[in-house]
């Protein structure tokens, strides 16, 4: 089965600074699809960037960006010049080529200090 | 164009009661995915929903059950409610074969069984 694992519970950062969260994943899948989503306090999940994991070249989404290292099932999300919506619990999620189920792993509670 | 809805916002339920909770995708997205969140265990699969058909299942006993309209609008309902019950209820839509574009998510149905 499928697991997705989050070591950082909460992670704070200073405003305009750059932070990074990390995630790993384990599947004997090739194919499939990891994704970084936000949750702030308003509970709407936002999805913030997505990565293909037959592509090598890292996703970027202006101020957010990953680090997939595909080989160590690693998929890293930094954000860069953080500001205070970031503000937000970060949720890695790892999707199979072959069924719609979406694996999540626990959350990092970020929070971008002033 | 309008998001994922997910109504009602909030819902206070007595333990044995029975719920439903609506959903209504993304004009357009024809798979549904419902997902329960809570502290302890983090975000879990229920079910997905595609052409009115149940095409995954998570790991929830028989008393959650959905089912997804012509129009793709999906009910998920648990009986006999417990305790336990209580949760973020999260729905989320896609256009079903799409999946490196991810999930589109709801603001979620925040039910509380007392």
């Known amino acids: 089965a499928q697991t997705v694992t989050q070591s950082q519970p909460e992670m704070s950062v200073q405003e305009a600074e750059t932070v990074t969260l990390s995630c790993t994943y384990d599947?004997?899948?090739?194919?499939?699809?990891l994704f970084w989503y936000k949750q702030p306090p308003s509970r709407q999940m936002i999805l913030v960037i997505r990565q293909e994991a037959y592509k090598q070249q890292n996703a970027t989404e202006n101020r957010f960006s990953v680090n997939f290292q595909k080989a160590a099932k690693s998929f890293s999300l930094k954000i860069s010049d953080s500001q205070l919506g970031d503000t937000a619990m970060y949720f890695c999620?790892?999707?199979?080529?072959?069924?719609?189920?979406?694996?999540f792993g626990a959350g990092t509670r970020l929070t971008v200090k002033p | 164009k309008a998001g994922v809805t997910q109504t009602p916002r909030y819902l206070i339920k007595t333990r044995g009661q029975q719920v439903t909770l609506s959903c209504s995708p993304i004009s357009g997205h024809r798979s549904v995915s419902w997902y329960q969140q809570t502290p302890g265990q983090g975000l879990q699969f229920l079910f997905e929903y595609f052409s009115e058909t149940q095409r995954n299942k998570g790991n929830f006993p028989g008393r959650f059950s959905g089912r997804q309209f012509s129009n793709s609008r999906s009910e998920m309902n648990v009986s006999t409610l417990e305790l336990g019950d209580s949760a973020l209820y999260l729905c989320?839509?896609?256009?079903?074969?799409?999946?490196?574009?991810?999930?589109?998510f709801g603001s979620g149905t925040r039910l509380t069984v007392v």
């Open positions: 599947t004997s899948e090739n194919n499939y699809y």
């Open positions: 999620a790892f999707m199979q080529d072959n069924n719609n189920d979406m694996r």
């Open positions: 989320a839509s896609s256009l079903g074969a799409h999946r490196r574009i991810g999930y589109t």
